[in-house]
């Protein structure tokens, strides 16, 4: 039989492009063998290499080449050979000695110098992927921006290097209405290290609400003991008022922003890297940054959804902000106007003492009612608890508009949300889809919120009558009604894509807005309503709510000095309750021992797998579970997806986490169906 004949054997069977490209492979393999000389000092440097897999989350050894000696630096980038290809990595340390008895390959080559993964930020790193049972690569896609090389060529700026002095005591101000807040500020100032999780005061001062204050007052003190601070908050807009309230008292800060291009994020990232700047805001990424001589770690509003990560391993930057505080040994601060029960954990525990408002600066700060709520507000208006707007509500816009701007959250966008039937309360449905109708103006059709098909001539399929009524209304349709209510006031909308920075701070105005979009006015709102909250405490969710407390509050906080709040709901509900009273840590405390009772968490720890049926069933077959674990599911998570909640006693959290861990590291190494690992998840 002939054979047919190699490539190697008649190179002129081979296109010339090809040639070269074998000739060029066999020189790289002939330089790849060639001996060469080791660095006399360390010639071993330990490489955590991107690979993208579980199984191979761990450090490699290489060769340091003489000629590399000086650049492979711990924390500096390079290029190594791994399974046949060039990958990129990070220097984690380097060695005198190899712990591998064979041959060890060289580095590639340095990309850059620049440490730029510093030995604090990889423990952080280590750790969260062990809390959350995932990777370091992927954590580290979060913690180390991509290299932009014409910025790291630029002339680095000048180190800033924080200098103690004396504690002005006007610093302190801002912590006077917090009972124990001088103290822990002060304690800041001294170079101290506290850890609290404290309720801030509603209301605004100077132009600025109460809380920006505090923070900034919280930083300031902590310069003025030669260190840096580092502050989270959940959005940008957030971000520029912490930073335009850092401008008077910190000489220099910058602010991170995850919308800002590659060149930019790598230039700030290098600021703070280099010590051109000590004191960092930012949203939930700024939880990586490499800050020199921390002193402060300040988390603000940790129940705000946008504190998780999307990505996996979906850590939350509570927990990201709880273990840095850890290993750098400074201060933690949880702040918000709410509580979270996962934050009253770190009290319950003693990781964290509890700080709150004085009730006098409560009592003088604003008041809150609810309508309806006694029996003489029935007497002037009987259908105080029935009706969306009553009386209460338009007595107290007409009163307040003389002294300032209105705010009136409402909880759905749009115009109206849902429709029933006028007669019989049948819920509007789509006659090709069966979906839910919704109005998006006054003038629009019904149209289907699934399809999008109109509705011109919609009949009730139980009653056959035409008539629509809007059970629910967004912000859009509540702004028409206020407008004729009120002719002689403007009447303004923030919510969707269209959300205010700032209210006018003119009389006369009315602001409706939906939770999370409330523009806060320049010198407070002069009442606050909070319609429909009825609505934000029906939604089927584990955290609903501590969220609808803490929307509320944030609202309620908008308020200037001495501002009331009207709330329209069930005056005997617990969580309206807790919001007339301003008890945020007596609510979080007791959802703690509802949840503890329940077994929930933060009282338990729980995991979710998500995934094919198959892959889900091969990954519970492969997973060691520790002992006492409650296995719930699979059950349907949409399509052709099933979950399975797994749940352990709080105290074995870290027996689970190792062997979801373990289960990362056996799927990757076999290459089976993809399975959504996620460890506490925000909902259930």
Same mark, same amino acid.
């Given at each position: 039989?002939?054979?047919?004949?190699?490539?190697?054997?008649?190179?002129?069977?081979?296109?010339?492009?090809?040639?070269?490209?074998?000739?060029?492979?066999?020189?790289?393999?002939?330089?790849?063998?060639?001996?060469?000389?080791?660095?006399?000092?360390?010639?071993?440097?330990?490489?955590?290499?991107?690979?993208?897999?579980?199984?191979?989350?761990?450090?490699?050894?290489?060769?340091?080449?003489?000629?590399?000696?000086?650049? &492979?630096?711990?924390?500096? !980038?390079?290029?190594?050979?791994?399974?046949?290809?060039?990958?990129?990595?990070?220097?984690?340390?380097?060695?005198? &000695?190899?712990?591998?008895?064979?041959?060890?390959?060289?580095?590639?080559?340095?990309?850059?110098?620049?440490?730029?993964?510093?030995?604090?930020?990889?423990?952080?790193?280590?750790?969260?992927?062990?809390?959350?049972?995932?990777?370091?690569?992927?954590?580290?896609?979060?913690?180390?921006?991509?290299?932009? &090389?014409?910025?790291?060529?630029?002339?680095?700026?000048?180190?800033?290097?924080?200098?103690?002095?004396?504690?002005?005591?006007?610093?302190?101000?801002?912590?006077?209405?917090?009972?124990?807040?001088?103290?822990?500020?002060?304690?800041?100032?001294?170079?101290? &290290?506290?850890?609290?999780?404290?309720?801030?005061?509603?209301?605004?001062?100077?132009?600025?609400?109460?809380?920006?204050? /505090?923070?900034?007052?919280?930083?300031?003190?902590?310069?003025?003991?030669?260190?840096?601070?580092?502050?989270?908050?959940?959005?940008?807009?957030?971000?520029?008022?912490?930073?335009?309230?850092?401008?008077?008292?910190?000489?220099?800060?910058?602010?991170?922003?995850?919308?800002?291009?590659?060149?930019?994020?790598?230039?700030?990232?290098?600021?703070?890297?280099?010590?051109?700047?000590?004191?960092?805001?930012?949203?939930?990424?700024?939880?990586?940054?490499?800050?020199?001589?921390?002193?402060?770690?300040?988390?603000?509003?940790?129940?705000?959804?946008?504190?998780?990560?999307?990505?996996?391993?979906?850590?939350?930057?509570?927990?990201?902000?709880?273990?840095?505080?850890?290993?750098?040994? %400074?201060?933690?601060?949880?702040?918000?106007?709410?509580?979270?029960?996962?934050?009253?954990?770190?009290?319950?525990?003693?990781?964290?003492?509890?700080?709150?408002?004085?009730?006098?600066?409560?009592?003088?700060?604003?008041?809150?009612?609810?309508?309806?709520?006694?029996?003489?507000?029935?007497?002037?208006?009987?259908?105080?608890?029935?009706?969306?707007?009553?009386?209460?509500?338009?007595?107290?816009?007409?009163?307040?508009?003389?002294?300032?701007?209105?705010?009136?959250?409402?909880?759905?966008?749009?115009?109206?949300?849902?429709?029933? %039937?006028?007669?019989?309360?049948?819920?509007?449905? %789509?006659?090709?889809?069966?979906?839910?109708?919704?109005?998006?103006?006054?003038?629009?059709?019904?149209?289907?919120?699934?399809?999008?098909?109109?509705?011109?001539?919609?009949?009730?399929?139980?009653?056959?009558?035409?008539?629509?009524?809007?059970?629910?209304?967004?912000?859009?349709?509540?702004?028409?009604?206020?407008?004729?209510?009120?002719?002689?006031?403007?009447?303004?909308?923030?919510?969707?894509? !269209?959300?205010?920075?700032?209210?006018?701070?003119?009389?006369?105005?009315?602001?409706?807005?939906?939770?999370?979009?409330?523009?806060?006015?320049?010198?407070?709102?002069?009442?606050?309503?909070?319609?429909?909250?009825?609505?934000?405490?029906?939604?089927?969710?584990?955290?609903?709510?501590?969220?609808?407390?803490?929307?509320?509050?944030?609202?309620?906080? =908008?308020?200037?000095?001495?501002?009331?709040?009207?709330?329209?709901?069930?005056?005997?509900?617990?969580?309206?309750?807790?919001?007339?009273?301003?008890?945020?840590?007596?609510?979080?405390?007791?959802?703690?021992?509802?949840?503890?009772?329940?077994?929930?968490?933060?009282?338990?720890?729980?995991?979710? =797998?998500?995934?094919?049926?198959?892959?889900?069933?091969?990954?519970?077959?492969?997973?060691?579970?520790?002992?006492?674990?409650?296995?719930?599911?699979?059950?349907?998570?949409?399509?052709?997806?099933?979950?399975?909640?797994?749940?352990?006693?709080?105290?074995?959290?870290?027996?689970?986490?190792?062997?979801?861990?373990?289960?990362?590291?056996?799927?990757?190494?076999?290459?089976?169906?993809?399975?959504?690992? /996620?460890?506490?998840?925000?909902?259930?």
């Amino acid at each position: 039989m002939s054979r047919t004949p190699d490539a190697e054997e008649q190179p002129e069977l081979v296109p010339g492009l090809v040639r070269a490209q074998v000739k060029a492979a066999k020189t790289r393999a002939a330089k790849a063998s060639a001996p060469v000389a080791a660095s006399s000092v360390e010639p071993v440097a330990r490489v955590l290499v991107d690979t993208g897999l579980a199984h191979l989350d761990r450090t490699f050894d290489y060769l340091v080449p003489a000629s590399m000696a000086d650049d &492979a630096v711990s924390g500096a !980038r390079v290029k190594v050979r791994f399974a046949g290809k060039d990958v990129d990595g990070f220097v984690v340390e380097r060695a005198a &000695a190899s712990e591998h008895d064979g041959r060890l390959q060289s580095l590639r080559r340095v990309v850059s110098p620049v440490p730029v993964l510093q030995p604090q930020v990889l423990e952080l790193v280590t750790r969260v992927a062990a809390r959350y049972a995932g990777s370091r690569g992927d954590l580290l896609r979060l913690a180390v921006p991509p290299r932009h &090389a014409t910025v790291e060529q630029e002339p680095p700026g000048e180190s800033t290097v924080p200098t103690s002095g004396p504690l002005d005591p006007r610093l302190t101000e801002p912590w006077g209405s917090v009972l124990g807040g001088v103290d822990l500020v002060s304690s800041l100032a001294q170079g101290g &290290a506290p850890r609290a999780v404290w309720s801030a005061t509603p209301g605004t001062d100077r132009g600025r609400p109460t809380w920006v204050l /505090q923070v900034a007052s919280a930083v300031a003190c902590t310069v003025a003991s030669g260190r840096g601070a580092l502050v989270i908050v959940p959005d940008a807009r957030d971000a520029q008022q912490v930073s335009d309230a850092l401008a008077p008292v910190v000489a220099r800060h910058l602010v991170l922003q995850a919308d800002a291009g590659p060149a930019q994020r790598y230039r700030d990232f290098l600021a703070v890297l280099r010590g051109a700047v000590t004191v960092v805001v930012g949203t939930r990424a700024a939880a990586y940054a490499p800050v020199r001589d921390l002193g402060l770690v300040l988390l603000w509003d940790d129940g705000d959804d946008s504190h998780e990560e999307p990505r996996a391993p979906y850590p939350h930057v509570r927990e990201v902000a709880r273990t840095r505080a850890e290993i750098e040994g %400074c201060a933690l601060l949880i702040g918000g106007l709410g509580r979270t029960p996962d934050a009253q954990l770190l009290v319950r525990t003693g990781f964290a003492r509890s700080l709150s408002p004085a009730r006098e600066s409560l009592r003088a700060a604003l008041s809150v009612t609810v309508a309806g709520a006694t029996e003489h507000d029935l007497e002037r208006d009987p259908f105080a608890r029935t009706t969306r707007m009553p009386q209460q509500v338009h007595h107290l816009v007409r009163g307040a508009l003389e002294d300032g701007p209105v705010l009136v959250q409402t909880p759905r966008r749009g115009y109206a949300a849902a429709l029933a %039937c006028e007669r019989c309360r049948t819920p509007a449905r %789509c006659r090709t889809c069966s979906g839910p109708l919704a109005l998006a103006s006054p003038t629009a059709p019904p149209t289907c919120r699934w399809c999008g098909r109109s509705e011109q001539a919609w009949a009730c399929g139980a009653c056959g009558h035409r008539g629509l009524r809007a059970p629910v209304v967004g912000e859009v349709r509540t702004a028409e009604e206020l407008g004729r209510a009120f002719p002689g006031a403007r009447v303004i909308t923030s919510g969707g894509d !269209r959300i205010l920075d700032r209210a006018p701070s003119a009389a006369r105005t009315i602001v409706v807005s939906t939770p999370g979009a409330e523009p806060p006015a320049p010198e407070g709102y002069a009442a606050v309503v909070l319609l429909d909250t009825w609505l934000m405490l029906a939604r089927p969710d584990l955290r609903v709510r501590e969220e609808a407390l803490r929307r509320w509050t944030t609202a309620a906080a =908008l308020t200037r000095s001495g501002g009331r709040v009207l709330a329209v709901g069930d005056a005997a509900d617990p969580t309206l309750q807790a919001l007339v009273r301003w008890d945020p840590v007596g609510h979080a405390e007791r959802e703690l021992a509802d949840r503890a009772s329940a077994h929930m968490p933060p009282s338990c720890r729980v995991a979710t =797998l998500s995934g094919s049926l198959g892959a889900v069933d091969d990954a519970m077959t492969l997973l060691s579970l520790p002992p006492g674990t409650e296995v719930l599911g699979p059950v349907e998570h949409g399509d052709d997806v099933v979950r399975t909640v797994l749940r352990v006693p709080w105290a074995a959290g870290a027996a689970l986490t190792d062997a979801l861990s373990e289960l990362q590291r056996i799927r990757s190494a076999r290459r089976l169906d993809p399975v959504r690992v /996620q460890v506490d998840p925000v909902t259930l």
